[in-house]
């Protein structure tokens, strides 16, 4: 039904451009992939970008541009969020150096200055300079740098925890559980009190499962830190719901 979707899409919407994406999820489920049939129309036949590419489309969305392509929207999202927000100072950690490429081109295209660790090795000696600005985009793993900032007594008044998706199945819940917990707990450290952790899902199968919340609070126990559930937000409209993770 490919083609009749394509010829919908662009008579309601009036898009020119549509680019196709295999679900993985379905893949997951051992459901079989399937080649579109070739159609007249060229725009069909759009190959999809590299996911590496910064892309040379920009979109605007709540006052703030970003470079897009065909698999990339709106990345570095939380981290302009805030330096355009009024933050006087940002850390985003991302273990894809692409998707800080990216971060990094979209904090350039709204004016977002960001700080540059420079290091130089000159006659034995290691010199190093730092760029003052206000975004810093540290490639790592997130676990590792969590701990690592935990130990140096570092605290943010805001963090945003927004990992992959760790259950894309409902066969994977358990595993993804203690991964959840272990990074919420993490994250709650280095929230001082009075402070604001905004913590993510996107498995659909853990959110469908009802069990996120309390795997927030398992880990608020395990750092025995009081917590307060200020809000319980969802996806928005434009993100719909699946349920292949049923």
């Known amino acids: 039904h490919r083609q009749v979707i394509t010829k919908a899409l662009r008579d309601i919407t009036g898009v020119s451009d549509i680019i196709w994406r295999v ?8 459901l079989e ?11 069909d036949d759009v190959p999809q970008e590299d996911s590496e ?8 969305d709540r006052g703030i541009k970003y470079w897009v392509n065909g698999k990339s929207q709106k990345t ?9 927000g009024g933050a006087e100072s940002v ?3 991302d273990s894809s150096g692409p998707a800080l490429d990216i971060a990094r081109a979209n904090a350039t295209l709204n004016g977002v200055r960001i700080k540059i660790r420079i290091t130089i090795l000159y006659a034995d000696m290691i010199l190093a300079m730092i760029v003052e600005g206000i975004c810093r985009f540290e490639k790592a793993d997130c676990a590792k740098f ?16 927004d990992p992959p998706k760790l259950a894309p199945t409902r066969g994977s819940l358990r595993k993804a559980r203690h991964k959840y917990r272990t990074l919420n707990a993490l ?3 280095l929230v001082p009190p009075g402070g604001l952790l905004m913590t993510c899902s996107c498995s659909g199968a853990m959110t469908q499962s009802g069990e996120f919340v309390d795997v927030v609070k398992e880990a608020s126990v395990q750092v025995r830190r009081d917590i ?11 993100h719909t719901v699946t349920h292949w993770s049923l």
């Open 23 to 30: 679900a993985d999820v379905m893949r997951l489920e051992g």
């Open 33 to 43: 992939e399937r080649e579109a049939e070739s159609s007249d129309d060229a725009l």
């Open 53 to 60: 590419a910064v892309g040379d489309t920009q979109i605007m």
């Open 76 to 84: 570095g999202g939380f981290a302009l969020n805030a330096a355009m």
């Open 91 to 93: 850390v985003a950690v």
């Open 146 to 161: 969590m701990k690592a900032a935990a130990a140096a007594g570092d605290l943010f008044d805001i963090v945003v925890l």
């Open 187 to 189: 994250a709650m450290r």
């Open 228 to 238: 307060t559930l200020l809000r319980k937000a969802g996806a928005a409209p434009c």
